[in-house]
C-alpha cells in the first residue's frame, strides 16, 4: 500500500440552514464529490458515475454521514478519507470500482462502514483493490460490520475483501470486523478475504463474519499485537488460486504476540497448483501458522474439515439498487 497525491476533482457543496446536506431526488448522472475541511454534512441520495476519479472524496472533514447512495463505474474509489473523523458509511450500494473504501490516515477514529452492498472489485487501482481498506487508521469507534460483499469471476479483479493496515484500536474498544458476508475472489494468488494485523498494528477483533470462495486466503492475522480471529466460518471450493482457509504469520518485522484464533469452522479446498502432489487436483488445507515462540491463544478449538458448504452463503448476496 502507498500513498498518491490527489487529483483535481469536482466539489458540489449544497447548503441548508443549519445542517449541511448533499441531495438528490433519484437523479441517474451526477458529479463527483470532492470535500475539503467539511463537517456536520450528510450525503444521500445520489448515484454517481465516477469513471476516471473518486465517486466521493473527503479530507480533512468530520462528522459526516454517507448514506443510500449508488456509486459505479469507477476507475478509483467508490469513497476515499483522508485525515477524517466520525464518518459513517452505512446503506450504500457500490459497484464497478477500482475498489470500495479506503480510509487513510485516520489517527482521530470513528470510521464506521457499516450495512452497505458491494459488488465487483475491478481493481484497476494501481495499490489498492479492496472492498473495505482502513490503512493507518486508529482511535475509538472504528468498524467494518454487517456488510455483503461479493466479487463475481470474470466480472472483477480484486485483492483482499478486508484489510487493516498499520492500524491500532483501544484496548478495550478494537477495531471490530463483525457480521459480514464475504463470498468470491481470485485470480489474485496474494489476496484473502479478510487480513488483520497487516504491517502490524494492536487491538484488532474479526469475529462471527461468514466467507466463502474469497480468494487464495480465507482469512489470516499477518502480524500485530492483541489480534483475535474468532467465531467465524470459512469455506471454499477448489480453484486454481485457492490456498489455505485460516493462517497466522508474523510478515511485519516487528513483534507480535497476544494472537487469538478460536471457535473458527473451517472447510478449505486448496486448488492452488504448489499445495498439490501425485497428480491430485485438490486437498484440505484448513490452517497454517508459523512457529513463533509467542504462539496464538486457542488453535485447538477451531473445528477444521468442518460440515459446511457453499449454501452458508445465499445464492443471492447482493440486491438490486
Request: with cysteine; glycine share 10%; hydrophobic share 35%.
Amino acid at each position: 500500500m502507498r500513498t498518491f497525491k490527489l487529483p483535481i476533482l469536482f466539489l458540489i457543496v449544497l447548503l441548508t440552514t443549519g445542517t449541511q446536506k448533499l441531495f438528490a431526488q433519484k437523479l441517474k448522472h451526477n458529479d463527483p464529490i470532492f470535500l475539503n475541511g467539511v463537517s456536520n454534512m450528510t450525503i444521500s441520495g445520489y448515484t454517481i458515475n465516477g469513471e476516471a476519479v473518486d465517486c466521493i472524496r473527503l479530507i480533512d472533514c468530520k462528522n459526516i454521514h454517507i448514506t443510500n447512495c449508488r456509486l459505479i463505474n469507477s476507475k478509483r474509489f467508490g469513497i476515499y478519507l483522508y485525515n477524517c473523523s466520525n464518518i459513517l458509511i452505512d446503506s450504500n450500494y457500490i459497484a464497478k470500482v477500482g475498489a470500495g473504501v479506503f480510509a487513510q490516515t485516520c489517527p482521530l477514529g470513528q470510521i464506521r462502514v457499516n450495512n452497505n452492498q458491494m459488488l465487483n472489485m475491478l481493481g484497476t487501482l494501481p495499490y489498492n483493490k479492496d472492498f473495505v481498506q482502513f490503512a493507518e487508521v486508529s482511535g475509538p469507534g472504528n468498524k467494518i460490520c454487517y456488510n455483503k460483499l461479493e466479487n463475481i469471476s470474470g466480472q472483477s479483479n480484486p485483492e483482499d475483501a478486508i484489510n487493516l493496515y498499520k492500524c491500532n484500536g483501544l484496548p478495550d474498544d478494537p477495531i471490530t470486523i463483525t457480521g459480514n458476508w464475504i463470498r468470491g475472489g481470485g485470480p489474485s494468488t496474494t489476496g484473502s478475504g479478510i487480513t488483520v494485523g497487516d504491517q502490524g498494528g494492536s487491538y484488532q477483533l474479526a469475529q462471527d463474519n461468514i466467507l466463502v470462495n474469497t480468494g487464495f486466503i480465507g482469512m489470516q492475522v499477518a502480524g500485530g499485537t492483541y489480534i483475535r480471529i474468532i467465531n467465524n466460518t470459512i469455506y471454499s471450493d477448489a480453484f486454481p488460486w485457492s490456498h489455505l482457509g485460516l493462517g497466522y504469520g508474523n510478515y511485519s518485522g516487528k513483534p507480535s504476540t497476544n494472537i487469538t484464533i478460536k471457535g473458527n469452522k473451517v472447510h478449505w479446498l486448496a486448488g492452488w497448483a504448489h499445495d498439490q502432489y501425485k497428480g491430485s487436483k485438490s486437498k484440505e488445507f484448513d490452517m497454517y501458522y508459523h512457529k513463533m515462540p509467542s504462539m496464538p491463544d486457542g488453535l485447538n478449538e477451531n473445528i477444521f474439515n468442518a460440515p459446511i458448504d457453499p449454501t452458508i452463503l445465499p445464492k443471492e448476496l447482493i440486491k438490486a439498487f
